[in-house]
């Protein structure tokens, strides 16, 4: 029978079939980090039991460390006792743990393939919801709770009920300026944040072949906004070249037999989706966000929406505007921005921070904004200095900080003050996420670039 | 980690009609630093529910005293966003035990039904009939029967079932756990593991 590519990967991991209930689902690969591992270990402990697959873990401290002075004790005790805890139970239970310092420390959805641990085919979760982002590489990727994170280390297992399987294809060109972020964005503001519940998305199209895997994570990553479980990209020459030669990739031999495998995973020519959607790459401008939710998000040249104009609840949506304090029909270009943010598993990438400096190159920062340029990764930080972007970001009066999860959710110092504007390259724009009472535009490194020049919101196409 | 059971539940019900809750809402990120599962409930909503200087906002429906009760019913898309399951933890602790909505998201779902709050998903039609009959009579009892799958509002009579795989249904009724049950198939995850290549 003709198959996806989410067909394949998902039931070739299943352990058992349960009648009227979900697969017994193996997984491959784990990922934990200190906030949402702390209390699955507590009830390992309690049961008695031990991690079944401790080399299928991988541990990384990243959502609620500083991202100044790394080299000193973390200072907010909760925060340390988290960090603590994450290596304590990695060391107790024999897990690689790449704490604070650590030559590999960073975003756990960036370290992973920065280090060949997330491969095509392979079945991936985390305790974090932008696990999607390793979909990039044609992996079965997604975000798990605690209860669930628990399940993984004590029997490499959890119980799922397959997803139903979504297609969207874009096709076509992208204009000037118009990055995988805005792709996104864009088929996010077209679905909105349930669109595709229920769903994990494989994404085809010109758009996405000719995307770097940097790129296609970013898409990925994004998935989980519009309430897929994950989304995929099936493998190709892309994807095998940027694995190949990472720290734990396979080698030799092994290399090859695994691509000669990966290259076989992709979806069957008459394969059936429950769901396909087409977009044009032509028809998506730059992207803003203007409300409180992924999904309130427009061409950085429009207006906002009538609520009239918009479906579902009115009363959310006129919430959601007195929050941003905007009003309806007014255009986003020239809006005041206090804060710009660059960073997180969704555009904390090298290929981001070459994009923002493309666009500051020669300018300098505006006095009026706090800017806040934060790798995904150590490996990011190095690869910044190296290409020499920190000179031409120094020269532009930017500073750049340590690698973490930082402002994306604010759970370290990096909070945006309330009522402030903040551009910010992360994931969501919910009230409050990147601090208490912040208010959050979602947009691309260009658009952040452009508007940390500026101190408001500012087409990037006028520096392209 | 042994949870409560849950059968049939009888209680008033707090209304929270707006839509896409996210977790973020539910429990903010910076409540999140504890290394235990209990606690949560104080920070429920915390954002919504305290002005800055922690004092409670009166127009928050917590914070009115003529709602309250054990069945907490939300608005649509209830719980996107973050994998946190402390969200789910912070429902429970304040006391919740059941969920409504006519849709939830998928990770909030999963992450109630494995500490054992039930989520109940109804039709648009029947949620709206729910805030009805709260926001006219706050006493209002609205019954969960799980073994039946049927929710009812007790002063209309009007009822509907609901939709949960028979698994979880089994392992609520009976307070079981995934992990009780994966436990019991580990000699068939490990051949299956020595079979796998990566
Ligand atoms: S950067 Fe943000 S979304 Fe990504 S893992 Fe960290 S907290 Fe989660």
Redesign the interface.
């Given at each position: 029978m003709s198959k996806t590519l989410f067909d394949k990967v998902w039931d070739s991991h299943v352990v058992k079939k349960i009648e009227g209930g979900p697969d017994v689902f193996f997984i491959d690969r784990h990922f934990i980090h200190e906030v949402t591992s702390p209390v699955a270990f507590l009830g390992l402990k309690s049961r008695g039991l031990k991690v079944l697959y401790p080399e299928r873990t991988f541990a990384t401290a990243d959502h609620n460390t500083p991202t100044i002075n790394q080299h000193l004790p973390v200072k907010d005790p909760l925060s340390a006792n988290q960090l603590k805890a994450l290596e304590d139970n990695s060391k107790e239970y024999g897990i690689s743990h790449w704490g604070l310092g650590h030559r590999k420390n960073g975003i756990v959805h960036v370290v992973g393939p920065e280090n060949g641990i997330t491969f095509p085919g392979a079945t991936i979760v985390c305790g974090d919801s932008h696990t999607s982002t390793h979909g990039a590489f044609g992996a079965v990727a997604f975000g798990i709770g605690t209860s669930e994170v628990e399940m993984v280390l004590a029997t490499q297992c959890i119980m799922q009920p397959k997803p139903k399987r979504m297609r969207i294809n874009v096709d076509g060109q992208l204009g000037k300026a118009v990055t995988p972020k805005d792709v996104a964005l864009y088929i996010i503001s077209q679905l909105s944040t349930s669109g595709a519940t229920g769903y994990f998305v494989e994404y085809t199209g010109d758009v996405f072949k000719n995307m770097t895997m940097e790129g296609r994570m970013t898409v990925c990553n994004l998935s989980i906004e519009m309430g897929a479980r994950g989304g995929m990209i099936a493998p190709d020459e892309t994807t095998f070249e940027y694995l190949k030669g990472r720290p734990l990739s396979l080698k030799g031999e092994a290399w090859d037999n695994a691509v000669t495998h990966w290259k076989t995973l992709k979806t069957d020519v008459d394969a059936q989706f429950d769901k396909e959607l087409t977009f044009n790459a032509s028809d998506i401008e730059p992207m803003i966000t203007y409300g409180t939710n992924p999904g309130m998000g427009m061409g950085i040249s429009q207006s906002i929406p009538f609520a009239d104009a918009v479906e579902g609840g009115k009363e959310t949506y006129k919430k959601s505007l007195a929050y941003m304090d905007y009003k309806e029909n007014e255009p986003m270009i020239g809006k005041q921005v206090d804060f710009v943010f660059v960073g997180s598993c969704t555009n904390g990438r090298i290929e981001d921070f070459r994009a923002f400096a493309s666009i500051i190159n020669g300018k300098k920062k505006a006095d009026s904004v706090t800017v806040w340029l934060v790798p995904g990764s150590h490996e990011v930080e190095l690869q910044i200095k190296e290409e020499g972007i920190l000179d031409i970001i120094t020269e532009a009066g930017f500073t750049l900080r340590q690698p973490g999860c930082s402002a994306c959710l604010a759970m370290n110092d990096d909070k945006i003050p309330a009522g402030k504007y903040a551009v910010s390259t992360s994931n969501r724009n919910f009230e409050g996420r990147q601090g208490p009472g912040s208010r959050t535009l979602l947009a691309s490194p260009l658009v952040a670039a452009a508007a940390a020049i500026t101190g408001v919101v500012t087409d990037p196409r006028e520096f392209i | 980690?042994a949870y409560d059971k849950f059968n049939t539940l009888k209680s008033t019900a707090v209304p929270l009609?707006?839509?896409?809750v996210?977790t973020?809402?539910i429990i903010?990120?910076?409540f999140?630093?504890?290394?235990?599962?209990e606690g949560f409930g104080d920070n429920l909503f915390r954002?919504w529910r305290y002005n800055?200087d922690n004092t409670p906002k009166e127009n928050f429906i917590l914070n009115n005293p003529i709602y309250g009760g054990k069945i907490l019913v939300g608005?649509?898309?209830f719980g996107?966003?973050?994998?946190?399951?402390?969200a789910?933890w912070a429902v429970y602790d304040y006391g919740f035990r059941c969920v409504v909505s006519s849709?939830f998201?998928?990770?909030f779902r999963?992450?109630c039904l494995?500490?054992c709050v039930l989520p109940v998903q109804v039709s648009a039609e029947f949620a709206k009939q729910i805030f009805n009959a709260i926001y006219d009579d706050p006493k209002t009892e609205i019954e969960v029967i799980l073994q039946e799958q049927t929710i009812t509002i007790l002063s209309t009579g009007a009822q509907e079932s609901f939709d949960i795989?028979?698994?979880?249904k089994e392992n609520m009724l009976n307070g079981y756990?995934?992990?009780d049950?994966?436990?019991n198939?580990?000699s068939?995850?490990?051949t299956?593991?020595n079979d796998?290549?990566?």
């Open positions: - | 980690m009609p707006l839509e896409n996210d973020d809402q903010p990120a910076r999140l630093k504890a290394t235990k599962r954002d800055s608005g649509k898309n996107s966003g973050s994998s946190r399951e402390h789910a849709f998201a998928d990770i999963n992450n494995n500490i795989s028979s698994y979880k756990d995934d992990i049950y994966l436990q198939i580990i068939d995850i490990e299956f593991a796998m290549v990566f």
